[in-house]
């Protein structure tokens, strides 16, 4: 993988989903190329182990059906190079791939969001073919909007934005503090407060809205405590406009809590039966929305929320 910016797993993926906003440089990827099941579970940021799940996202028959799915006869080799900034890194970066295509009979396969046009020229010029992300979308919007990209890079890391990035940083310091519970005291000035019973996904999911969408995310977790009432805790009812459940299937929090606390009650089939019943029950007779964790990521239970709740993301929509 040759980069231009150090990036993250599964942008690339986001991004032909269309659920991506371009933070930074995307990273440049080479991959080796037999199978298209293996080419396709690297533009989507996928490990060797995903690429049956993915397969049905890219490729079908005529119809517009998916193949029948088959593990891949070998596994996806990739490498990174990333912060490829000027023609130096580039042609460094160029070697190894000649390299790397001379000592295998597949040609790599390169991947690249690269904004300086030279430095793609560079690629080209030496026999080097390159599928730029960028250059599939990019010409449209220009077209649209009725401006030119300026092309340049680090702009998200940069604090151009310093109220943004303010907002951002108060944002994920008041999850912290806002964390399993605590300070309750000014639980009110949340833009949203997360509850659910224990290990059902809330810190994770209140981190990603801060981080990703400048959101006072707290989190309450629901305890025995709590069951003894059919509705919300006192504490919560001020703010029930702004409280969203999370649950999830007691056999995948039996699992979770396993792993934590191994042969604890905590953990027991029948203790996790007992809390996701009784928050359930909290949650209807409260009229609060909820959504069930088990088999839902992150970024998907952070995207119900906002839609769910009708929140405004700061700096981000």
């Given amino acids: 993988i040759v980069t231009g910016n150090e990036n993250e797993n599964g942008q690339i993926r986001d991004m032909l989903l269309g659920v991506w906003e371009p933070q930074e440089e995307l990273e440049e990827e080479i ?7 293996e080419e396709l579970a690297e533009i989507l940021g996928k490990e060797e182990e995903d690429v049956e799940e993915e397969v049905p996202l890219g490729l079908g028959d005529e119809n517009g059906f998916p193949p029948p799915l088959a593990s891949p006869p070998q596994p996806v080799e990739k490498q990174v190079f990333p912060f490829i900034k ?24 390169v991947f690249t969001s690269l904004a300086d046009e030279g430095i793609k020229a560079l690629f080209l010029s030496n026999d080097i073919q390159i599928i730029d992300i960028f250059s599939t979308f990019i010409p449209n919007i220009e077209s649209h909007l009725g401006v030119k990209a300026s092309h340049a890079i680090g702009e998200t890391h940069g604090v151009g934005d310093t109220s943004g990035y303010l907002r951002r940083i108060d944002a994920l310091n008041f999850t912290l503090s806002h964390d399993d519970g605590m300070k309750l005291d000014d639980i009110e000035n949340a833009d949203i407060i997360i509850t659910g019973v224990s290990r059902s996904g809330k810190t994770p999911t209140c981190l990603y809205l ?34 969203y459940g999370l649950s999830i299937s007691p056999q995948q929090l039996c699992k979770i809590r396993e792993e934590r606390k191994p042969n604890s009650k905590y953990a027991s089939y029948e203790q996790c039966v007992y809390e996701v019943g009784k928050a359930e029950m909290i949650f209807n007779n409260s009229r609060t ?15 119900t929320i906002i839609q769910r709740m009708n929140l405004k993301p700061q700096g981000k929509w």
């Fill in 289 to 303: 929305p909820y959504t069930d964790t088990s088999s839902v990521s992150i970024e998907e239970i952070a995207t």
């Fill in 210 to 243: 801060a981080m990703h969408y400048n959101l006072k995310a707290a989190n309450y977790p629901l305890t025995d405590s709590d069951f003894d009432q059919p509705h919300l805790p006192e504490r919560l009812s001020h703010s029930r406009e702004r409280v």
């Fill in 86 to 109: 000027n023609t130096q890194d580039a042609e460094k970066v160029i070697l190894q791939i000649k390299n790397i295509s001379n000592s295998t009979e597949n040609n790599p396969i």
């Fill in 31 to 37: 991959i080796e190329q037999p199978q298209p099941e």
